[in-house]
């Protein structure tokens, strides 16, 4: 069964520092996409960045980028120069790809991101 | 904003009432997903539907249903409520299928409290 695993509850951060939001993850499919979500204390959920299991490059979105790492299974989100609205949860989410029925994605726990002025 | 739009913003209610949840996906996705938030069962994958269609079941209760409408609009029926049913709905449209990325845009969510 596929498996989302954040194992970081809270993390702090200095302002303009960058931050490593760690998550691994479990999937036999060969054919797989990961995101990111953001979701401040307001409580929507932002998509920040995708990287699909086939991508030869990283991929970046303006702050974010991705470390993919797919022999560790593994798929870090890296902010660089945190602000201060950065302060939010963050969840990595996983999709099976190779099923073309569904696209429901599952979830890791999060990671709580406090930025320190 | 995602484009994804969802009524009403807050719902309170009690137990063994029946609640109307609503969803507008973004214009030309005809995809919708709801999904549950509650504080020990995290992020989870209720259903999904497809241009009218139910695509996949995730872990709903008998207790709810769902559907999707001609124009697209999607409703989520929750009926005889537990406390715990008391979650943050979220709904969420993706393009077509077929599109790699798929990616799914959420909407602000529907905060649902069982008294």
């Known amino acids: 069964a596929q498996k989302i695993t954040q194992t970081q509850p809270g993390m702090f951060v200095q302002e303009k520092e960058a931050v490593t939001l760690d998550c691994t993850y479990d999937?036999?499919?060969?054919?797989?996409?990961l995101f990111w979500y953001k979701q401040p204390s307001s409580g929507e959920m932002i998509f920040l960045i995708y990287?699909?299991?086939?991508?030869?490059q990283n991929a970046t979105e303006g702050r974010y980028s991705l470390n993919f790492q797919k022999a560790r299974k593994s798929a870090n989100l890296v902010i660089s120069a945190s602000q201060l609205g950065d302060s939010a949860m963050y969840f990595c989410a996983m999709r099976d790809l190779a099923s073309s029925n569904t696209g429901k994605l599952i979830f890791g726990q999060g990671t709580t991101l406090q930025v320190k002025p | 904003d995602s484009g994804v739009t969802q009524t009403p913003k807050h719902l309170i209610t009690a137990t063994g009432q029946r609640v109307t949840l609503r969803c507008s996906p973004r214009?030309?996705?005809?995809?919708v997903y709801w999904y549950q938030q509650s504080l020990d069962q995290g992020l989870q994958f209720l259903i999904q539907?497809?241009?009218?269609?139910?695509?996949a079941k995730g872990n709903i209760l008998e207790r709810f249903s769902a559907q999707q409408f001609p124009d697209l609009h999607s409703e989520l029926n929750l009926s005889s409520l537990e406390l715990g049913d008391s979650a943050l709905y979220f709904c969420?449209?993706?393009?077509?299928?077929?599109?790699?990325?798929?990616?799914?845009?959420f909407g602000p969510g529907t905060r649902l409290t069982v008294l």
């Open positions: 990287q699909g299991s086939y991508d030869q």
């Open positions: 539907y497809y241009n009218g269609e139910e695509r």
């Open positions: 214009s030309g996705d005809l995809s």
């Open positions: 969420a449209s993706s393009a077509p299928l077929g599109e790699r990325t798929d990616t799914q845009y």
């Open positions: 999937t036999s499919d060969p054919s797989y996409g």
